[in-house]
């Protein structure tokens, strides 16, 4: 027998031993939907090896958009979705796509963008004029530009600022289509303007000459929920092993390790879920 052949045997022969395991015994996983922020920022990787300690079930995360990880839930390819677009949440539990929608923290975007600030807008504490100062200077603004939480809470900004971004939009903005992550590394390359999280923001590395320019507008508040998708559409989801976690992540064991999460002694996210 040759090499190939005896490799192939003995995988076949792991896969029938591990099928073969009663349920117990096999390895306990479920598959969350949630955004890159979450991802991106290094909660997960913080909290996840907490809950895998205590339960011995391993939280496999899909990290995409806010939009698109509830496409993938509304598919069932999730058990459960973590995500930071509180109109869409509504919408896809209003459609029977979900369970319910249990809140969980919370922290904020901001508008970063280069030392130099061609639209003269550092400091400022509104956000709205900042994006109508951006427009009018045609300074370079990067987008998200894939239906994510941060990319939604965008529009909603340009929105307010009273632009239209069909008739509006020029070379001065780049839509990328992108995480957050690979979107601040566009924003670094082109010394352009980028709205983030600050959780992604304070975990990025390659900043070059960008820095916040404008913080603390409440219409910056970004708030995250957590949802079961409902086995009533999809009866393969994993209803109880999905419902430990959420049941974990906003109980007060939860809530200490979300708010525990820190970089460089600043706290990433705040936990604010509510009890019943």
């Known amino acids: 027998m040759n090499a190939v052949r005896r490799l192939l045997l003995a995988a076949l022969l792991a896969a029938a031993h591990f099928?073969?395991?009663p349920a117990g015994a096999q390895q306990k996983f479920i598959t969350v939907a949630?955004?890159?922020?979450?991802?991106?920022?290094g909660l997960f990787g913080?909290?996840?090896?907490i809950y895998a300690k205590k339960t011995g079930v391993q939280v496999r995360v899909v990290a995409l958009g806010t939009g698109q990880a509830l496409d993938v839930?509304?598919?069932?390819d999730a058990d459960v979705v973590f995500v930071h677009d509180k109109p869409a949440e509504e919408k896809f539990v209003a459609e029977g796509f979900g369970v319910a929608r249990r809140e969980v923290m919370y922290n904020d975007f901001v508008l970063i963008g280069p030392k130099s600030d061609p639209a003269q807008v550092a400091g400022g504490k509104d956000i709205v004029v900042a994006f109508g100062k951006i427009r009018a200077a045609q300074a370079p603004i990067v987008s998200r530009?894939?239906?994510s939480g941060t990319h939604s809470a965008e529009l909603r900004l340009w929105k307010m600022a009273g632009i239209g971004l069909a008739a509006a939009r020029g070379p001065w903005y780049r839509d990328t289509g992108s995480g957050m992550g690979p979107a601040l590394n566009t924003a670094s390359s082109m010394n352009a303007y980028i709205l983030a999280d600050r959780g992604t923001w304070l975990s990025f590395k390659n900043r070059g000459e960008l820095t916040i320019v404008v913080e603390g507008d409440q219409r910056l508040f970004n708030q995250y929920g957590v949802i079961l998708v409902n086995p009533a559409k999809h009866?393969?989801?994993k209803k109880e092993l999905g419902q430990a976690f959420?049941?974990?992540i906003v109980s007060d064991e939860g809530q200490r390790a979300i708010a525990g999460y820190k970089i460089g002694g600043e706290q990433l996210f705040f936990p604010n879920a509510k009890r019943g």
């Open 246 to 248: 959420i049941d974990w």
């Open 46 to 49: 913080h909290l996840l090896p």
């Open 73 to 76: 839930a509304r598919r069932g």
């Open 34 to 41: 949630s955004t890159t922020s979450t991802e991106q920022s």
């Open 235 to 237: 009866p393969h989801v």
């Open 145 to 147: 530009g894939d239906r």
């Open 19 to 21: 099928a073969a395991l």
